[in-house]
């Protein structure tokens, strides 16, 4: 018994859905970090604004694989002079004594994204699951 079979259409196929799915995890990983962004900048320290100021996120696709990144990159000078990460030693701390404003918090990154992580993970599969239609 011999059995063959033209698989150029199924690759092709199963191509154009890799093609899609990507896509739209790209999509649904920019919803989730822009959310995650928006959450993270509503419990971040609000002294001077520098620190919601240079927030960002970035969603880039490196070999077929998607990753999202939100940040924060303030940096300030200390007494001696010595550059600090300014938001990673806020992020760090343990609590604030005195929060210049309510409702913000240190982890004000960190918290955000355990307490919506299952959302965030539906905007991806919502997303990919709208781009294979």
Not at 18 to 34: C, E, Q, S, Y
Not at 44 to 58: D, F, I, N, W, Y
Not at 59 to 69: A, F, H, Q, T
């Amino acid at each position: 018994m011999d059995f063959r079979m033209e698989t150029a259409a199924l690759r092709q196929f199963l191509e154009r859905q890799k093609t899609r799915v990507l896509d739209g995890a790209t999509i649904g990983l920019h919803d989730a970090t822009d959310h995650l962004l928006a959450a993270s900048r509503n419990e971040a320290p609000l002294k001077s604004g520098t620190l919601r100021m240079t927030a960002g996120k970035e969603v880039v696709n490196r070999d077929g694989r998607i990753y999202g990144e939100v940040f924060y990159s303030a940096t300030e000078t200390g007494p001696s002079g010595a550059r600090f990460n300014y938001a990673l030693r806020v992020h760090e701390m343990g609590e604030y004594k005195n929060p210049t404003t309510p409702g913000t918090r240190p982890k004000f990154l960190s918290r955000p994204l355990r307490t919506n992580e299952r959302i965030y993970k539906q905007f991806i599969a919502d997303a990919v699951r709208r781009a294979l239609r």
